[in-house]
């Protein structure tokens, strides 16, 4: 597998990232990064470091001339996931208020201490923190629950002081979306599972509304409209398909919509990506434009209510009129 | 008879460990509920709960003992976002009752 860390690793650009990714011959991984310059995305980040956990430290290595931008790597940690040893030497300052390195959780015991340790790395206001928490609780559940993943949920998150956004990317190499939603909903594709998943009150546990004891299909829908919100990216990857949902036009005051149908959301889409046999979730949040959690909540939880409404609805029988 | 259940010192600052809320449920809430007593869960110091958290906790008491559940299962000290995840969790499980039937 070979993976290409360009010059400008975003999420606007999630895309042509994994346009360039080549998945053939599983079994080493070869990363390279363009010559001059490299920007990462931790959604970038935690892929190639899923990748080389699930090649092992021996089959994976970083390639070629790796600028002195490319220190991030160092920093983040993903020199450690791979046999190529760094040579960068720098002044290792303090991790606080800047960024959350690559972490590997794999029960709910390392999650509550991610959470509880690591997230205040990130030096955050209170009010955006628990946002913050919210988020990677949701996703790193949703891996520990649902992905079967041996080597648990890859986390990294980084802070952008200039655009005052905090990015935070989770990924896993388990059985994928596809796998997870066919036993209840038989999607034909990996981008109809990816819909599926990010439709509000859909699990994959089961077809009954209100879920089961345990899961009620609402931690990606809720994620999704935090960032939809705050007006920023989400990305969602596994299989062949890819969402990214775009940011919301600036210029149009108030909040954006929240529709529960994904489709209807303003986004891209990829279903002949590189096959990745996992799941890559990634989300932008501007905390210029992100509410208090309660507020969030209640817009995300009016859109939740209605979307299970509407679905019962169409499940009434009709009167017979002849 | 009450019961109160102090969620800090089981939770932490933030709810989000569903194996916690899973075993409360299993073990504090539903004997209570069935027993037809009271139970408080007081989440001073909690900044937040997850929606996976929260319904991990009450939505099978609420499907279950529903009228008893709702009168028996009592929030203190509970901050707005607290207040927010659980009414939508309460919302949703009284529109599920109805395929139930």
Excluded at chain 1, 69 to 84: F, H, Q, V
Excluded at chain 1, 94 to 100: L, P, S, T
Excluded at chain 1, 278 to 290: A, Q
Aim: net charge positive.
């Amino acid at each position: 597998m070979k993976i290409f860390l360009s010059n400008h690793g975003n999420l606007r650009n999630f895309r042509s990232f994994i346009k360039s990714l080549d998945l053939s011959n599983p079994s080493t991984l070869e990363i390279t990064t363009h010559d001059k310059w490299v920007t990462v995305h931790p959604a970038n980040l935690v892929l190639a470091a899923s990748l080389a956990l699930k090649v092992g430290r021996e089959n994976s290595k970083i390639v070629g001339k790796v600028p002195e931008t490319g220190r991030y790597l160092d920093r983040m940690g993903l020199y450690k996931l791979t046999s190529t040893h760094s040579e960068f030497n720098y002044h290792k300052k303090e991790e606080a208020g800047r960024f959350v390195p690559i972490k590997v959780i794999k029960d709910a015991k390392d999650q509550s201490l991610f959470i509880s340790d690591m997230v205040p790395l990130l030096h955050l206001s209170e009010s955006n923190t628990t946002v913050v928490k919210y988020i990677i609780g949701e996703l790193v559940r949703n891996v520990l629950e649902h992905a079967y993943a041996k080597n648990g949920a890859i986390v990294a998150a980084q802070y952008f002081k200039k655009t005052n956004r905090v990015s935070i990317a989770i990924c896993d190499t388990g059985i994928g979306i596809w796998k997870s939603m066919h036993e209840n909903w038989h999607p034909k594709t990996d981008l109809e599972a990816i819909n599926l998943a990010l439709t509000p009150g859909i699990t994959g546990t089961t077809r009954r509304e209100g879920g089961t004891s345990e899961n009620a299909g609402a931690g990606l829908f809720f994620i999704k409209s935090i960032a939809k919100i705050s007006r920023n990216y989400f990305v969602i990857y596994s299989g062949k398909a890819e969402y990214t949902l775009l940011k919301h036009n600036k210029r149009i005051k108030g909040y954006p919509r929240l529709y529960s149908d994904p489709t209807r959301d303003p986004h891209n889409f990829a279903k002949d990506a590189a096959s990745f046999e996992g799941t890559l979730v990634s989300v932008d949040i501007s905390l210029d434009e992100t509410p208090e959690l309660n507020d969030l909540l209640s817009r995300i939880g009016e859109v939740y209510d209605k979307a299970i409404r509407e679905r019962k609805k169409n499940k009434y029988k009709e009167p017979k009129f002849i | 008879m009450k019961k109160i259940i102090k969620m800090k010192s089981l939770i932490g600052d933030f709810a989000e460990n569903k194996d916690i809320a899973k075993k409360l449920r299993l073990k504090e809430i539903i004997p209570v509920l069935s027993s037809g007593a009271e139970i408080i869960l007081d989440f001073k110091g909690v900044s937040g709960a997850t929606q996976s958290f929260v319904h991990a906790l009450i939505s099978d008491p609420i499907r279950k003992y529903k009228d008893v559940a709702f009168n028996n299962l009592v929030y203190k000290n509970a901050n707005n976002n607290i207040r927010e995840t659980v009414s939508i969790v309460y919302r949703y499980m009284q529109e599920s009752f109805e395929d139930e039937r």
